[in-house]
């Protein structure tokens, strides 16, 4: 144990030292950054004096944040989104064979007219609203694979309100 | 999925994984290397990547483990297994009502902060666990709306 203890004691004494150099070396740089502060400063005043503008340093600016919509879906969309989900269902193939109706944007994708990136807002909206959920993803190999997802509960068409 | 492969609640919200947990078992008994197969999609060859694996595994634990912290499942017998607890299947399986349901989705904007003050409202008066939840869901809501926008 008094090995153990010397060995340790060592190690401390070790990381005290380059405790120490890194201080010093820390100070040694504040030093030198100091000193060419006030370069800079009695520069800037002796130009000054001799009447030159400099032009101020100006940050870089952070450019204005995109002003978009919040994502929406018509209903005529909508509608074609919940159409392509029923046209998955009956083909009776889920993409995880565990989850009944579970289905990747890619499938759907076959089944409908709508642009890819106007169905994939249209399963996010849904999923934001809870009648989709994610379900996992799809083990296919591929890089990124895709995402999957299911009905929460059957479609209830919006006009009727009722389930 | 964030880049460092975390299981955040802007990617499965604690209600989706609930569900996903019961749609690996119907008892609602999953252990972490489960969850993050189905999670990450790994194929048979991602599968062999024993550190990828690991870290996979162990980002759904982390996970997992906030879900007990909030009474959402419990730890199973062994190493590693989870459980879903009485009010995690609870909040899971019931849903409202669909004339509510309908209602709620269609309040007009003009009307939506007396909704918005009404489920907070809701909230605060929640028991532990289903305030939480409910807090998560929105938290879950937030940052897809901070994202679409």
Known sequence: MSGLNGSLDGIIEDLKRLHWAAENRVSEAQAVLDQAKAERDHIVR?????????EKETKPQRKAKRETAPKSMGEET??????????????????????????????????????????????EILRQEGSLRAVGTVANGAPRPPMAFAPVRAYVPPATGDE | MSD????????????????????????GEVN??????????????????????????????????????????????KKGEWTI??????????????????????????????????VGERMVAAGTVAGTA????LQFQITRRKRAT
């Open chain 1, 46 to 54: 002796m130009l000054k004096v001799g009447g030159v503008e400099l």
């Open chain 1, 78 to 123: 909508r509608v074609k989104v919940w159409a392509a989900i029923h046209a998955h269902i009956e083909r009776a193939r889920p993409v995880l064979t565990d989850v009944p109706d579970s289905f990747t944007i890619r499938d759907l994708e076959e089944l409908t007219d709508l642009h890819s990136s106007s169905l994939r807002n249209g399963i």
């Open chain 2, 4 to 27: 460092n492969g975390q299981v955040r609640i802007s990617d499965f919200s604690d209600r989706e994984l609930l569900a996903m947990i019961l749609d690996l078992d119907a008892s």
């Open chain 2, 32 to 77: 972490s290397h489960e969850l993050a197969v189905r999670i990450y999609g790994w194929s048979e060859i991602a599968r062999e990547d024993a550190k990828k694996v690991s870290h996979g595994v162990r980002c759904c634990g982390a996970r997992l483990a906030w879900m007990k912290r909030y009474g959402l499942v419990e730890r199973g017998e």
């Open chain 2, 85 to 118: 607890s009485h009010m995690g299947r609870q909040l899971t399986e019931r849903q409202l009502p669909a004339d509510v349901r309908v209602t709620i989705s269609r309040t007009p904007d003009e009307r939506s902060l007396s909704l918005a003050n009404i």
């Open chain 2, 134 to 137: 409910m807090r998560r869901e």
